[in-house]
């Protein structure tokens, strides 16, 4: 698991869009979905924070028969290539986001190439963001004096599971959120969208009960699960989404506004940060 603590914001509200499940080179991306997230990212300032599976060049069970193959040179170069395509028109849809990244999450669908690099860790260089693997916990801290600080911890993960209700992804969370302390939990591999409260109650430095509402949030995806007229081989064909009798899911990503709040002076906790989320 990966610790990142970011430089100090202002006062002042700020979003947060998860950015995963676009799997570019796979069929039925919608590439205007993802765009039209990022360009409202943009008008608001955000930062944003990779989910994983950003392109589609190779699945864990692809990539072990890639190794298995024991391919010539000429064939590894052709599909590295490939994959820095991808790669380059992923970077090409995500455009203006350079250096606002949280970081760059690990999925199950990347390319891995001969000097150990892959198509995760080459998208978080070109973003100037830091690479947090599977799992991570980053730190916002907003600054309004020496004596007004207030830190905003996120718990976020690409996913695992298969689950295949709209709730899959929230029993994941709620699981978690009892073994990891965070204010915000972000989960993606579904490409579902949802989001829960829940209050967690503890006693202040005063003996007094207290709480405090954190959210657990599926970030969503960019597949369009069914298409009319798919095909492969000039064969009429669906995704695997359809070959496995899978559910369609709603298209696109969320975005979190966080806005730092003044709550009760008697309270050793002296800020709180009130969340929205908007699917």
């Known amino acids: 698991m990966e610790l990142i603590k970011h430089p100090s914001l202002d006062w002042k509200q700020i979003s947060i869009v998860p950015v995963g499940d676009v799997q570019l080179g796979a069929g039925g991306v919608v590439k205007k979905a993802l765009r039209q997230d990022i360009e409202r990212g943009l008008k608001e300032n955000a930062l944003f924070i990779g989910m994983g599976d950003y392109v589609d060049v190779a699945s864990p069970s692809g990539r072990a028969k890639i190794k298995g193959a024991d391919f010539y040179d000429s064939v590894e170069s052709a599909l590295a290539a490939y994959d820095d395509a991808q790669v380059d028109e992923f970077l090409g849809l995500v455009a203006g986001t350079e250096g606002r990244w949280i970081g760059i999450h690990q999925g199950h669908h990347y390319f891995e190439h001969g000097d150990g690099s892959t198509s995760d860790t080459r998208i978080a260089d070109a973003l100037g963001a830091p690479f947090l693997g599977d799992s991570a916990l980053s730190r916002l801290t907003f600054a309004r004096a020496k004596a007004t600080r207030v830190n905003f911890d996120i718990y976020s993960t690409h996913g695992t599971g298969s689950g295949q209700t709209q709730a899959a992804p929230l029993t994941k969370l709620e699981k978690i959120s ?102």
């Not at 990891?180 to 003996?207: C, S, T, W």
């Not at 657990?216 to 009429?236: D, F, I, L, N």
């Not at 730092?260 to 309270?267: S, V």
């Open 178 to 279: 009892g073994a990891v302390e965070a204010d915000l939990y972000l989960i993606n591999h579904y490409a579902r969208k949802g989001a829960v409260p829940r209050d967690k109650l503890f006693m202040d430095q005063k003996g007094r009960l207290q709480h405090k509402t954190i959210y657990m949030v599926a970030t969503g995806g960019y597949m369009a699960a069914y298409e009319e007229g798919s095909s492969k081989s000039g064969r009429a064909q669906g995704s695997y989404v359809e070959k496995a009798m899978l559910t369609p899911t709603t298209l696109g990503g969320t975005i979190i506004r966080l806005t730092p709040e003044r709550i009760q002076k008697d309270l050793i906790s002296k800020s709180a940060i009130r969340q929205e989320v908007t699917l």
